[in-house]
């Protein structure tokens, strides 16, 4: 069991010393998807895309209509 052991020892490094050397090697889809991912993040965050736009807009009329009710009750009252 010792030299079945140390054996299975030895087969672990020598595979993780493989797969860490593999990482060098990227090949194209690697590189594209690299560069998607650069893409993404230079992306800012200050653009805005229509759903956002949408969502703003729904919030201005949303704060109109609730002022409009509160002048209106105000004007109600007096």
């Known amino acids: 069991m010792r030299i079945f ?16 050397a593999c990482d060098a ?3 194209p889809v690697e590189d594209a998807g690299e560069k998607v991912d650069e893409a993404v993040e230079s992306i800012t965050p200050d653009s805005k ?15 109109n209509a609730k002022e409009s009710a509160e002048d209106m009750k ?5």
Do not use: H, V
């Open 5 to 20: 052991g140390k054996a299975a020892l030895a087969a672990i490094f020598a595979s993780s010393a493989l797969l860490a």
């Open 49 to 63: 895309g229509p759903m956002e736009e949408m969502g703003e807009d729904m919030d201005n009329a949303y704060d």
């Open 25 to 27: 090697n990227d090949g």
């Open 74 to 78: 105000d004007a109600a009252e007096q």
